[in-house]
């Protein structure tokens, strides 16, 4: 089945770019996301990428594919304390149309 | 009002009784999904709904039913609470046609089970 992996805990001093990384295993996914929870939210869509891209830009937020490797990034520019929160990648699959999440990374910005 | 709303946002229940947890959402979605969130396991999957005559089991489904009772609204049940069910619960839905909006998930059910 699908399986989708990170790391647990970030640490980045305020105005430094943070990087937070995923890997996956369904090489069949169509799209991989990236949502953040902020303390007692849910989780919010971020961005996206279709898995024809090998990268998209947003703002401050940088996402890199490696389909080959299966590797997804997120690239935070000049991160901010309001960027603490914790970090989901998801994945989904062709055929099921449900998205499988990550454990989740915890980036914590130091002012 | 929230696109996606549970409730309640917080309950405390005693092992073996039996609990529900409501969602209901103003998107005008036909899917929708009940997610456990637990520290360092990320969100797992309990149960999910294509439409209103459809329903399917997640990873871990044992322990909970769930009822799709309209379009808008997706209730998880417990049928005997046990500790190990202590969790964060997510309601999320979503759009089959426009796969880059991803999910919208509600503010979560944080449920304690002693």
């Known amino acids: 089945g699908e399986d989708v992996e990170q790391s647990l805990f970030l640490s980045v001093r305020e105005g430094d770019s943070s990087v937070i990384n995923c890997t996956y295993t369904?090489?069949?996914?169509?799209?991989l996301y990236w949502y953040k929870q902020e303390p007692g939210a849910g989780l919010q869509l971020l961005t996206y990428?279709?898995?024809?891209?090998d990268m998209k830009q947003d703002q401050r937020l940088t996402v890199l594919l490696n389909k080959k490797d299966k590797h997804l990034s997120l690239r935070i520019a000049d991160t901010q304390t309001g960027d603490s929160a914790i970090y989901f990648c998801?994945?989904?699959?062709?055929?099921?149309?449900?998205?499988?999440f990550g454990t989740g990374t915890k980036l914590q910005v130091i002012p | 009002d929230a696109d996606v709303t549970q409730t309640p946002r917080n309950r405390i229940t005693k092992t073996g009784k039996r609990i529900m947890l409501e969602c209901s959402q103003t998107k005008g979605h036909d899917r929708m999904y009940w997610y456990r969130q637990d520290p360092g396991l990320g969100l797992r999957l309990i149960y999910y709904s294509f439409d209103v005559k459809d329903i399917n089991k997640g990873e871990i489904s044992d322990g909970y039913s769930v009822s799709r009772q309209a379009q808008a609204k997706f209730s998880l049940s417990l049928e005997s609470a046990i500790p190990n069910q202590t969790a964060l619960y997510f309601c999320?839905?979503?759009?089959?046609?426009?796969?880059?909006?991803?999910?919208?998930f509600g503010s979560g059910t944080r449920l304690t089970v002693v």
């Open positions: 369904d090489s069949s996914s169509t799209y």
């Open positions: 998801a994945e989904r699959a062709g055929g099921y149309q449900k998205v499988t």
């Open positions: 999320a839905t979503s759009d089959p046609s426009g796969a880059g909006t991803g999910y919208t």
């Open positions: 990428i279709f898995s024809n891209m």
